[in-house]
């Protein structure tokens, strides 16, 4: 089937030279600091994690538009669903690609990474992440293929692949639990250390990534023959309004202990990101844009009439992505460091090389959804004609 | 050829056997007895721990001392970094409300408002650190309780940094070796770019029967080392007749840290 990749109209080399020109730029700049260490990045003693860590971590969330379409197809019987399965499961590969090269260029010692299966530690919640996505990656990568193998003969798929399909379901719920535990049991991050936090990465992930996936499939649809259905597009956007609810409330939720209860420590990371602390402001710009967007994407969404119309839909799920970004990929992260375990204040911002390899580590991912997903639109053209 | 063939797969075979026979070997061959001697003039102990009197540090040191910290970052050969985000530090101060955050209060006595304390690892019974550490690269010693790093097993991941409650660890974001200012120890190792570094409370010191650098080098005998697990050391001796405070206690890592106030 891979053959599927090599062949295609002029629109679609030009997105993969595109592509590939943003991952040359990113490779340069991963070069530069492979030559240079970490000190090209905006990192320092204090916010030792920022955009690469962020980024890992929204990913994570963006994976989970796989079990959003699969669990409601297998478990609920969502018939709907059944063309779009595929989409999410394809997607889920190249979002956890690019958790994977986001982890690889955060390292000190990337040479060193094999250590982490040579020395495992069961007590590293490190150790298990790995676990949890690279089966994730696995599971999907088997399942998508086998499925769009057996469409294109016109068969039903070995059921050893249904098996897999009903272990994919939890496994998807575990990667977001694990990488909430990475954050969720340090002692001393107050920002972090809340009980809700792997409910709050589950919730934010089914709103983000579901939106990205409607969002592909409106693309899908005008540039191929293509079409996920209505129907389907109407279940996911409900899926998104419920998770987006949620996602929001989850956050009134961490305001409201912080401040009601008036421990500082609590407050503090809130502080800083939406009202600035001691003088230091730098991510307050962002999360109001977070809430602006969150606002008008809830309304939006809520508003049957609006959800049911394309380009207000489209205009939602635009919101719903950078508004979770935005929290998740940006703020979470960084102000879990702030201020430092000695109270002072020490503000991050990315550096151009640092932006440069993010932009080259995205593009990484959306080149291997362009190949996978010019695959499986093939697989179907082919099959309908 | 056919036997030629033969015989090659007959000694691949063999070879084959004799490699997974290794681990087999080393089982029935290990010696109970460890594989070298301690030196006799070690210094041994079941839990290190330090009290830090400040009240000596500052009436008995001169002003702006920084012995303790010049012999650490000396004997380490710790490079000076100047820009404070990629700073190196094992052993530095910071003002009380800072190291014992959320416990001054608008009144504090004066004597201690923005005084400095002395901070390094807690070498924490209960460390955080090493519970994060993906590859086992920080590890507490079992027969001591030192918490310490393998510099060579370090992925540079940084999990220990997010994880431990009291910014004791640095991270080489560049190759610190032309930042060594002073004359190179070449009896402790450089570090490389890319891993994570901390006080070590002086362990390789410890075996050859020193005490450790800033100990040693703490002319008021503010810096008092011992083993908590021995009722006659100095440490339980001080403990014992002050009243003491660690940091962050309500996190529940156990510091071996001690300040009597």
């Not at chain 2, 033969?6 to 290990?30: H, S």
């Not at chain 2, 450790?212 to 006659?232: H, T, Y």
Request: aromatic share 12%; glycine share 6%.
């Amino acid at each position: 089937m891979l053959e599927r990749a090599l062949t295609g109209n002029q629109k679609y080399y030009r997105l993969l030279m595109l592509l590939l020109v943003f991952m040359g730029m990113g490779f340069a700049s991963y070069l530069m600091q492979w030559n240079k260490g970490l000190t090209i990045t905006g990192l320092s003693r204090d916010v030792s994690w920022g955009f690469y860590i962020a980024q890992f971590t929204f990913l994570v969330g963006v994976a989970a538009s796989a079990v959003m379409v699969v669990l409601p197809y297998y478990l609920h019987d969502v018939k709907v669903f059944g063309r779009i399965t595929i989409l999410g499961e394809f997607l889920a590969v190249a979002a956890v690609t690019m958790c994977m090269l986001f982890i690889v260029v955060d390292l000190g010692k990337p040479m060193r990474l094999l250590n982490v299966i040579l020395y495992p530690t069961p007590n590293s919640i490190l150790f298990w992440d790995m676990i949890v996505l690279n089966g994730y990656l696995f599971l999907n990568i088997i399942i998508g293929w086998n499925v769009l193998e057996a469409e294109r003969m016109g068969t039903h798929y070995a059921p050893w692949v249904k098996t897999l399909i009903y272990i994919s379901i939890p496994w998807a719920v575990s990667i977001h639990t694990v990488t909430a535990f990475l954050y969720a049991g340090l002692p001393g991050r107050h920002y972090w250390l809340t009980a809700i936090m792997a409910a709050r990465f589950l919730a934010s992930a089914f709103a983000s990534g579901p939106s990205l996936l409607i969002l592909l499939a409106f693309i899908l649809k005008k540039y191929t023959k293509f079409d996920p259905g209505r129907e389907a597009i109407d279940k996911l956007s409900q899926i998104i309004t419920y998770a987006m609810i949620i996602s929001v409330f989850f956050v009134g939720l961490e305001f409201f202990t912080a401040f009601y209860s008036g421990i500082p420590g609590h407050m503090h990371a809130l502080q800083y990101l939406f009202f600035g602390l001691e003088g230091h402001h730098k991510l307050v710009p962002f999360m109001w844009m977070f809430v602006i967007l969150s606002a008008v994407a809830l309304t939006l969404l809520i508003n049957p009439a609006t959800r049911k119309d394309d380009k207000f839909l489209k205009l939602a799920c635009v919101a719903v992505f950078i508004a979770m970004w935005l929290e998740k990929g940006l703020g979470l992260v960084v102000a879990g460091f702030i201020p430092n375990p000695l109270d002072h204040v020490h503000e991050y911002a990315p550096t151009i090389p640092e932006l440069m390899i993010a932009l080259g580590v995205w593009s990484t991912g959306f080149f291997v959804l362009t190949v996978l997903y010019k695959i499986a639109v093939s697989v179907k053209e082919e099959v309908e004609v | 050829m056919e036997s030629n063939r033969r015989t090659f797969m007959k000694i691949g075979g063999l070879c084959a056997l004799g490699l997974g026979a290794l681990p087999v070997v080393d089982a029935f061959a290990k010696l109970d007895q460890p594989k070298f001697s301690q030196d006799p003039q070690a210094l041994v102990g079941k839990k290190w721990a330090m009290v830090i009197d400040m009240k000596k540090c500052w009436e008995k040191g001169k002003p702006g001392c920084k012995d303790c910290m010049l012999a650490c970052h000396k004997y380490h050969n710790v490079p000076t970094i100047e820009d404070e985000k990629e700073e190196i530090k094992w052993i530095w101060t910071d003002e009380h409300e800072h190291v014992f955050v959320g416990q001054s209060n608008p009144y504090t006595e004066e004597n201690l408002h923005g005084k400095p304390f002395i901070v390094l690892c807690n070498h924490c019974a209960n460390p955080a650190c090493v519970r994060v550490c993906p590859t086992k690269a920080t590890f507490k010693r079992k027969e001591d309780g030192i918490v310490m790093m393998d510099f060579h097993r370090c992925i540079g991941c940084r999990f220990c940094m997010a994880a431990c409650p009291f910014g004791a660890r640095s991270f080489n974001f560049r190759d610190p070796r032309p930042y060594i200012k002073t004359e190179l120890n070449a009896s402790f190792p450089t570090r490389e770019r890319g891993v994570v570094e901390k006080c070590n409370f002086c362990n390789e010191r410890l075996a050859a029967g020193s005490l450790p650098a800033c100990v040693e080098a703490c002319k008021c005998g503010a810096l008092v080392f011992g083993d908590l697990e021995d009722p006659k050391s100095g440490v339980r001796k001080l403990l014992a007749s002050h009243y003491t405070i660690r940091r962050k206690p309500e996190l529940g890592t156990e510091p071996n840290v001690y300040y009597i106030v």
